[in-house]
């Protein structure tokens, strides 16, 4: 039953996705705008019923209502509500804002999938090696960008530093919009070597964290998504019968 009730929890996530997308869509909204109107009431009816049944079922409610999961439930939900009780036509633009944050749901589909807690404990545990390395990148951009306005100044576009770092941004991480450019030979053999180190840097997070989610897998971490009803402690290996932080038994209804 709990697996079904997750599935069902998947499809109107995603199913909820789809219809604020097809209300962005002029044409669409105005055919189908009652049926996108009431769907979305119903799904937001039963995204407050478990809501509410999470809240009162789990012993410490806080932890949960504060937690990551708890505070994306509450702002998936909530928006629709108060769209509904703010009127008056100069808040239109605020309504629509309001309704656009039921987007968030989609952030409630990586609980049900327990793959997910393998790649978020494996980017916890690289989180220190990552910060280290993009306060590199930044000094770099920094650097480089500071060189380019002392080298092609104004008159290449190069207006001011931070322009100039803007620029140092876009040439590393390969993306290059063309809205400025160096003209000068010197200038120019710099961005080539900033294009050339950008290809380098693209690569070292993603060798960080898989090397971390190759490191999990060989110690056979095998992580599921059982929720313990006492602490409310979401990380347990797949064949755990007790929770690991509390003690208390994960299935007492078996046992029943």
Not at 148 to 154: D, H, Q, S, T
Not at 168 to 195: E, R
Request: glycine share 6%; charged share 15%.
């Amino acid at each position: 039953m709990g697996k079904m009730f997750d599935i069902l929890l998947l499809i109107l996530i995603l199913f909820s996705i789809i219809l604020v997308m097809l209300e962005s869509v002029k044409e669409i909204d105005k055919v189908y705008h009652d049926i996108l109107y009431y769907g979305e009431w119903i799904i937001t009816i039963f995204f407050t019923v478990e809501y509410i049944a999470r809240v009162i079922t789990v012993k410490k409610p806080s932890k949960y209502i504060f937690s990551f999961y708890g505070i994306i439930d509450f702002v998936s939900t909530v928006p629709l509500y108060l769209s509904f009780f703010i009127v008056g036509s100069q808040t239109l633009v605020t309504v629509r804002a309001l309704r656009l944050l039921r987007v968030f749901r989609i952030l409630k589909v990586t609980r049900y999938i327990g793959e997910s807690n393998k790649l978020i404990t494996a980017l916890k545990h690289s989180k220190v090696k990552i910060f280290v390395f993009l306060f590199a990148v930044l000094i770099i951009a920094i650097i480089s960008g500071t060189l380019m306005y002392l080298i092609e100044g104004e008159e290449s576009g190069f207006d001011n530093i931070p322009v100039s770092v803007y620029w140092s941004i876009v040439t590393l991480t390969t993306v290059g919009y063309g809205d400025i450019a160096p003209i000068t030979p010197f200038g120019q053999l710099i961005a080539s070597f900033i294009m050339i180190l950008g290809y380098g840097i693209i690569a070292v997070p993603t060798g960080i964290v898989s090397a971390e989610y190759t490191r999990n897998i060989g110690d056979k971490v095998q992580l599921n998504t059982q929720v313990c009803n006492n602490c409310h402690e979401k990380i347990h290996n797949d064949k755990a019968k007790y929770c690991h932080h509390c003690g208390i038994d994960l299935h007492p209804e078996i046992e029943q």
